[in-house]
């Protein structure tokens, strides 16, 4: 019944049901859970005398005098001017006044609620009206505030939303367990909805709403639970080294572990070692050192005769993780190769070869790796770094498909917020590496000015001149018509043929082919080249200790985690760094208020949480690609506590079909293997 398409309510024909789409309302299932964004409690009652312009307000009078004008546009407006025992008075307007005129004359008394205008005097256009004197019409006291599109009211929602609570509201299904109901104050789901369309009072409508978020929340929760369960049923395959496989790939590090990695690599040794598959999430700071717990995982792994494939999302990152990696590995003998989208066939084949017959342990490289002509046979463990953009259903492709099943290991520079973690990363056990290596200079933060780019531009000088190399990001990659903003590419070449070009300059952007960008970084790292003008695409992983400035050239159109983990490329050597926020000519001022946050801090914890607050999730997991269901209800910034309350409803309980069945009603298809 709730499946029924929005068209078949009384008043929705084809005109309506176009606007109902576009708040994604397409049955009545869907028009149910519109939820009100507020309430209009019509219970309180400001004297006209103290009301305030802007605010909504309730007001309650008697109609003095009424009449017809003609706007300054030509439309007809009827007009009735109120006046209440406070003796203030108050205009209130009506555009469609045919019914409403015959109703509200002289003697008429009514309330009146709204936003209140000021225009030469109090009013009110189109107030929502309670006719005191008139008891044949039903006015409830709280009415809900609906998020609306063009061409529905108010009055329109409203009418809709009750003769749809009428017909259906009976038909809606149990998804939260009694006893949570019963916890809100409900005895049934069918409650709930009417409940938090209409009201006996505010906070009843918000414990409704609050039911509503849970359960939604509670859905998805659910399904990530499945998905742990049945993860946690395949097929294992236990690594089991030499005893003294980890001990000796630590002798051979020129540093020692910092006490987060120590504890993240036992966490490690020990969960490969367990009859469940691992998947883990292992989550640390721009810097804080997670290649190494990588390479930790892959010498156990390799020890134990299984091979494992790393990937990363950029070719570059991933030639800089086959260097590094190789170079803490192959001491231990285990063989690495490389793997992206710029393989040639012939090498392709042999990397086939070497992996079938087993003299290939480690393979990195891009999602090429991943694709089915690629045959890893012994493959035990899969690291997948930096794929914050990845969701469960990606990972779950990834894994189900193979018998046994590898364990898995994701890393992750983006600092999320626990709660937002538990919906993103709700499949996986988290382990946080929360202490920075030390020995690392300081990083000094400034917000600064257009105008004091001389400055900015000297204090970059005389890093280069000490033999320190620099970053300097732009928005854009090219020059753009619509946008007055600077570009890396049209900067590279003023750069280079000015002030800078003894430095050698080089250019870095996602357009290049991916030869010409692991060029440019290589010659970057080895100090052929000293500034490397770039978009975001240096964002993740580039790891040049000697990189000591980082200029971010209209810094306000990144957002705050984006600029952290730029800032992140820097201060990795033992020098101090200067990263520069340079404003643009269209900073506002709560802009600059949001860089300042990154002068004051380099928690990314808490900058993220500053981002989500600010900015919303999609700014911190990526837009499209994170698995995340565009909740109607929920919110992920502000039902922190309700996430938390679902992820531990769903792990309690089994869920059964009809939850599934809900899901992808509630947020369409689900491409899970098995599931
Ligand atoms: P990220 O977590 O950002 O991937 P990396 O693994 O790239 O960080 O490490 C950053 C830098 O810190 C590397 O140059 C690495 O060699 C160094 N490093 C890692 N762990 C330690 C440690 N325990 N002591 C000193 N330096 C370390
Ligand atoms: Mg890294």
Known sequence: MLETDVRYLKGV????????????????????????????DRRVITPIRNLIPGEESNVSGTVVSSGLWKSRKGKRVFQVELEDNSSGRIKLSFFN????????????????????????????????????????????????????????????????????????????????????????????????????????????????????????????????????????????????????????FLQKLPYELTNA???????????????????????????????????????????????????????????????????????????????????????????????????????????????????????????????????????????????????????????????LAMTVYGDLDITLIDEMPPGRGKIHTRVMDRDKRT??????????????????????????????????????????????????VGLLTGAMKASEKLDVTSRFTSGQISVLVSTTVIEVGLDVPEATVMIVVNAERFGLSQLHQLRGRIGRGINDSWCFLMKGSQCGIESAQRLSVLASTENGFRIAEKDLELRGPGEIIGTKQHGIPAFRIASLITDAELIEKASELASGSESGPHLLQEYRLRFGHLDIPGI
């Open 455 to 504: 400055e900015v531009y000297s204090s970059l000088q005389e890093r280069l001149e000490l033999g320190e190399r620099a970053y300097i990001v732009y928005p854009l990659r090219e020059a753009s018509e619509e946008l007055d903003l600077k570009d890396a590419t049209t900067s590279f070449h003023v750069l280079r043929d000015g002030p800078l070009g003894k430095y050698n």
């Open 261 to 419: 990695q120590e504890k993240a690599v036992r966490k490690i040794t020990d969960e490969l070692s367990r009859d469940i598959p691992m998947r883990r999430l292992l989550q640390g700071d721009v810097g804080s050192g997670k290649t190494v717990i990588a390479a930790a995982a892959c010498a156990l792994c390799c020890a134990a005769g299984y091979q494992v494939a790393v990937v990363a999302p950029t070719e570059v990152l991933a030639a800089q993780h086959y260097k590094t990696l190789r170079g803490m590995l192959e001491p231990m003998g285990i063989r690495c190769d490389l793997l992206t989208g710029g393989t040639t066939g012939s090498q392709r084949k042999s990397i086939s070869e070497s992996l079938k017959e087993g003299s290939l342990d480690v393979l990195i490289g891009t999602h090429a790796v991943f694709e089915d002509t690629v045959i890893i046979p012994g493959l035990g463990l899969c690291i997948i770094d930096e794929q914050h953009k990845f969701g469960v259903e990606q990972r779950e492709k990834l894994l189900a498909g193979r018998q046994p099943c590898p364990h898995l290991l994701i890393m992750s520079a983006t600092p999320i917020p626990r709660t």
């Open 97 to 248: 006044w045919k019914y409403i005129a015959g109703r509200l004359q002289p003697g008429s008394e009514v309330i009146a609620s709204g936003k209140i205008d000021f225009f030469g005097g109090l009013s009110i256009v189109h107030p929502d009206l309670i006719f005191l004197n008139d008891e044949s019409v039903e006015s409830p006291l709280v009415l809900p505030v609906y998020p609306l599109t063009a061409g529905i009211t108010q009055g329109i929602m409203r009418k809709l939303m009750t003769s749809a609570i009428e017909k259906y509201v009976s038909h809606v299904c149990e998804i939260l367990p009694a006893e949570v109901l019963n916890s809100y104050g409900f005895q049934r789901r069918a409650e709930v909805v009417r409940e938090v369309h209409f009201p006996v009072d505010p906070p009843q409508g918000e414990q409704a709403r609050k039911v509503l978020a849970l359960e939604e929340l509670f859905l998805f929760q659910s399904i990530l639970n499945r998905v742990r369960i049945n993860a946690s049923l395949r097929p294992r395959i236990l690594i089991a080294p030499p005893p003294d496989t980890l001990s000796t």
């Open 13 to 40: 024909g084809p005109a309506r049901s176009r606007q109902l789409a576009k708040l994604d309302i397409h049955t009545v299932g869907d028009l149910l859970l519109h939820v009100p964004a507020q309430y209009r």
